[in-house]
């Protein structure tokens, strides 16, 4: 059976090893757009002994030359730029207006940025002893298993290959299954772009079999991992009897503090943005809305007129501001939260179900929603839903808002929006989050170091930090004296 996707194993692109396929549903529609293979724990066997047969050879490789490589790959990404943009929308549902914007010219860009950053990675030189020469290298991993999530499909899993390659590790990726279609391609133009052969190997099939099978694989020697915190959790257990190092960006519930101070439209607008963007799917998207008394009622007011005019529709459209969710289930879901909400009693204040239009009736949607509420231990308030419903809660003060932001199992990012500087940059200082903005929400580009604290994980991602993700510091003492060193001497004279 020929397939229209193919799995990259040893430099060539080809069929899982039983034949199996999985399907790929546009979730706009619930239409098939694809079928990929469904591979096995043997698939993942070859991927692990060809990415280890590559492995010496790689990491001997001159770094400027697996920088151009990378460059040649972003080229290569750039120019299947129209291809990728529809294929990624059909195969989550993020709007055609973010695909062409963010999803698909970030992944080069991405490259680029690491094909430069990678070539300035340096040991230390450490002045320990005068009679001694002692430094550190920085050597890759070895094989690093790579096992993205569904949003964003193409560039989470650049954000990962990138730093992992140009330090000198070989690969085994795992994209999400409901959303594989572009990193697929990817792999088409791994071999285009003359990657040598097992350096870059990619598999698709169910989590908990393919998945775990890559985490258990004893040729695997370190894991980078970015999904729901649960799963994160597995995978830690799974790692935990070889004492293998896992790399985590896990889930979100994420805060936005709004003070009396804080400028009201640009609050809003903020508000609006960065809690529906990809319909609420970012793990840096706020979802719980501390707003003080003051301004409270001016807030909720704009916030709900300015969610009010957020466009929901066919994602391919490029009027659309927000589409369906990634699949069906994640609107069962975020359903099942908001009916928590409501019999909980929480007030719907925009929302709360789905479009009205038959022409969205056989999609996963669900409109931009949001609930006052008033108890911050309500579910609504702490379990992550990775959808288009938020909650806003009054508070006195901006120290009873810093004290509920981190009354959470979660510590990815958070905002303070004031137009008292000091004021704000010394709350930040008490948000157990990874990354906190003032007056911004949702700002993350290449040069910013991201990921979080508590549940969502430890690993930064992005900036100069992710090297230290792919890489161990080798520590070289040489003694360079001539008589043997002191140290020994002492104990056995
Ligand atoms: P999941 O955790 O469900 O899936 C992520 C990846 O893990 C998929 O490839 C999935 O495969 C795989 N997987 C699932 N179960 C296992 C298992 N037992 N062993 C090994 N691999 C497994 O996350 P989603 O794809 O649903 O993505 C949403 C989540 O990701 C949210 O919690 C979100 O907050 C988080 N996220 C965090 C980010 C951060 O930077 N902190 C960034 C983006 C997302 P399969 O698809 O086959 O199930």
């Known amino acids: 059976m020929a397939y229209e996707y193919k799995i990259l194993i040893d430099g060539k692109l080809t069929e899982s090893l039983r034949g199996e396929t999985m399907e790929v549903i546009n979730p706009a529609n619930g239409t098939r757009v694809a079928l990929v293979p469904k591979c096995g724990p043997e698939d993942v066997d070859l991927a692990v002994a060809a990415a280890q047969r590559a492995r010496a050879a790689w990491r001997n490789t001159y770094v400027g030359e697996r920088s151009e490589l990378l460059m040649r790959l972003a080229a290569i990404l750039r120019a299947h730029e129209a291809e990728l943009v529809p294929l990624e929308t059909a195969q989550y549902g993020g709007p055609i207006s973010k695909t062409s914007k963010f999803d698909i010219p970030f992944a080069p860009a991405e490259f680029e940025f690491i094909a430069g950053l990678g070539r300035g990675l340096t040991g230390l030189t450490i002045s320990a002893d005068p009679t001694a020469r002692v430094m550190t290298f920085r050597e890759p991993c070895g094989v690093v298993g790579l096992i993205t999530p569904w949003n964003f499909p193409l560039v989470t899993a650049v ?73 994160g959790k597995r995978i830690m257990s799974l790692a935990a009897p070889r004492v293998m190092p896992v790399a985590s960006e896990l889930g979100g519930k994420n805060a936005m503090i709004v003070l009396d101070d804080a400028n009201l439209d640009a609050a809003a607008e903020g508000a609006t943005y960065a809690a529906f963007f990809n319909s609420g799917q970012n793990c840096g998207s706020p979802s719980r809305f501390y707003v003080q008394e003051g301004i409270y009622d001016a807030f909720v007011e704009r916030f709900v007129k300015s969610a009010s005019k957020i466009v929901v529709g066919d994602p391919m459209d490029p009027k659309t501001m927000m589409g369906p969710l990634a699949y069906k289930a994640c609107r069962d879901t975020a359903e099942r939260f908001i009916a928590g909400a409501k019999a909980a009693g929480a007030k719907v204040l925009l929302g709360g179900d789905r479009p ?58 958070a905002s303070v929006w004031s137009s008292d500087y000091r004021k704000a940059m010394l709350l930040t200082e008490e948000l157990k989050v990874g990354t906190a903005w003032v007056n911004q929400h949702l700002a993350i580009v290449s040069e910013t170091p991201w990921g979080g604290q508590k549940e969502s994980g430890w690993t930064k991602e992005n900036s100069v930090l992710v090297l230290e993700e792919y890489t161990y510091h080798k520590h070289l003492w040489v003694n360079m004296a001539e008589t043997p060193n002191t140290f020994w001497k002492e104990y056995i004279s």
Do not use: W
């Open 356 to 413: 009205l239009s038959p022409d969205m009736a056989k999609g996963a949607f669900v409109m931009p929603t949001i609930f006052e509420v008033y108890d911050n231990r309500m579910e609504l308030m702490q379990e992550e839903i990775f959808a288009p419903v938020v909650g806003v809660m009054k508070i006195k003060t901006p120290e009873e808002a810093v004290a509920l932001a981190n009354d959470s199992r979660y510590g990815l990012c």
């Open 159 to 231: 954000s990962k290959l990138a730093p992992a390659l140009i330090t000198g590790n070989t690969v085994v990726l795992k994209p999400a299954s409901c959303a594989p279609l572009t990193v697929l391609k990817l792999g088409e133009y791994i071999v285009e772009a003359g990657i040598p052969a097992g350096v870059v190997n990619i598999v698709t099939g169910p989590g908990p079999s393919v998945g775990e099978a890559i985490v258990k694989h004893p040729g695997v020697d370190k894991i980078n991992f970015t999904g729901d915190s649960g799963v």
